[in-house]
């Protein structure tokens, strides 16, 4: 794969979007996977309960407990965590060769998640972790609030997830207060087009300037 304005390769990127649900993330997400043809979505595996309209195999790998512990007892996912009583985790081979191709990868994972790739020394240098954030309390408890039917309980509930989530962004290396989804989602191409040319992913570079200095 051509890196963005080189002649030479270079090693795939893994793009970590997090932030409380509310926030905009799926919807940045998606405009992202649209408009960027190097960029792929991690599908994660998870025992969550499939949701109308969701996928297996697309949306997620729905597993059983068992069939999880197993995963993660052989080592297969890269990182996995307990989010809202159910286990999620990323399978660790297709990112592996992706990151190997050239080709980037979006992933929405939780801080926990987020956490283990940060603190594991293969996958921090592939890590570019982007933390979003809602413009104000007023604009997440609206989106919170989606069906009219929901309680106040539940509406509340959501409110201290979303807050205990939040108190994570010092760990992500970007932050964007989402207040317009066109300009966030022209931040986060912004960031990815920087760390695409940071030097430790254009492999090639050292016999690239070696060229340009004695081409012959
Ligand atoms: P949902 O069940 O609504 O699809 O996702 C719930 C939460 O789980 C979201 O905050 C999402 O970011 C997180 N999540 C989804 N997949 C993974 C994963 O593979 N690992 C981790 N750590 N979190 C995940």
């Excluded at 059983?64 to 159910?86: H, I, P, Q, S, W």
Aim: net charge negative; glycine share 6%.
């Amino acid at each position: 794969m051509n890196n963005d304005n080189t002649s030479f390769s270079r090693r795939g990127l893994m793009l970590v979007l997090s932030s409380p649900s509310g926030a905009g993330k799926t919807t940045i997400s998606r405009a992202m996977l649209e408009r960027d043809a190097n960029l792929t979505m991690s599908i994660s595996a998870t025992t969550r309960p499939m949701r109308p309209g969701e996928r297996d195999g697309e949306d997620y790998y729905f597993v059983d407990e068992t069939k999880f512990n197993l995963m993660a007892g052989r080592g297969e996912l890269l990182e996995y965590a307990n989010v809202f009583d159910n286990l999620y985790g990323t399978p660790k081979i297709p990112v592996e060769d992706a990151l190997l191709n050239g080709q980037d990868i979006l992933f929405d994972i939780d801080w926990q998640g987020t956490q283990q790739l940060a603190d594991n020394e293969n996958a921090k240098k592939d890590l570019v972790s982007v933390f979003i954030l809602p413009p104000n309390t007023k604009e997440l408890e609206s989106r919170l609030r989606t069906r009219a039917q929901d309680t106040e309980e539940i509406v509340q509930q959501r409110m201290a997830k979303a807050s205990d989530e939040m108190s994570h962004y010092r760990e992500y290396k970007y932050v964007i207060i989402n207040e317009d989804i066109e300009t966030s989602v022209q931040c986060v191409e912004k960031i990815l087009a920087a760390e695409r040319i940071s030097i430790e992913r254009q492999i090639g570079l050292h016999e690239f300037v070696q060229n340009l200095r004695a081409p012959n």
